[in-house]
């Protein structure tokens, strides 16, 4: 079945890289998608790719997809304590609803 | 900036009322979504629909209903409340057939049944 697994927390310093990873299980998934959730809010899309794409970058935002391994990691350049939320990653399933991870909880110390 | 809301924000209520969560959206978008998402931050898509007058149930059973009359209103309502529907209730839109799909979120619904 489908399934998204993330490690569940992840510490850093800030103006250290952050790297979130991810693997999900539905070789079919067209688009993988990085939401970030502050708390007591939505979630919001930070960014996306398209599984034809090796890499994305987005200001301090990369996104590595590894097709064959399934493979999925945000890296997050410079990371400032405002980056501290939940960073969920998620898959589209069957009829475009998106398949979640579990959440990586990210705590950056200044 | 997404414009999708959820009404109300906060809810706490008796075990046995009747409830209704609001969630509107203002960008003609035909998809639309609920999720539950759990104290371990879990989310679990308990309905969606594909516009006016389609329902379905997702992954997780509900004991919730939904209703889509009109594009942008896609209320949960909940019969008879109980402290297992204690949870936050997350709203999303996205359009059908074109892009990458992305969901827009509300900002949530926490309910909290006593």
């Known amino acids: 079945g489908e399934d998204v697994e993330q490690s569940l927390f992840l510490s850093v310093r800030e103006g250290d890289s952050s790297v979130i990873n991810c693997t999900y299980t539905d070789s079919s998934s067209t688009y993988l998608y990085w939401y970030k959730q502050e708390p007591g809010a939505g979630l919001q899309l930070l960014t996306y790719?398209?599984?034809?794409?090796d890499m994305k970058q987005d200001q301090r935002l990369t996104v590595l997809l590894n097709k064959k391994d399934k493979h999925l990691s945000l890296r997050i350049a410079d990371t400032q304590t405002g980056d501290s939320a939940i960073y969920f990653c998620a898959e589209m399933g069957a009829g475009t609803a998106l398949i979640f991870g579990k959440g990586t909880t990210l705590s950056v110390s200044s | 900036e997404a414009d999708i809301y959820q009404t109300p924000r906060y809810l706490v209520i008796g075990t046995g009322k009747k409830i209704t969560l609001e969630c509107s959206q203002t960008?003609?978008?035909?998809?639309m979504y609920w999720y539950q998402q759990d104290p371990g931050m879990e989310l679990h898509l308990i309905h969606y629909?594909?516009?006016?007058?389609?329902?379905e149930k997702g992954d997780l059973s509900s004991e919730s209903t939904v209703s889509r009359i009109r594009t942008e209103h896609f209320p949960l309502t909940l019969e008879s409340a109980r402290p297992s529907h204690t949870s936050q209730y997350l709203c999303?839109?996205?359009?059908?057939?074109?892009?990458?799909?992305?969901?827009?979120f509300g900002p949530g619904t926490r309910l909290t049944v006593t």
């Open positions: 629909s594909y516009g006016v007058n389609s329902t």
């Open positions: 999303a839109s996205s359009e059908y057939g074109t892009g990458s799909y992305e969901q827009y």
């Open positions: 960008m003609g978008h035909d998809k």
């Open positions: 790719i398209f599984s034809n794409m």
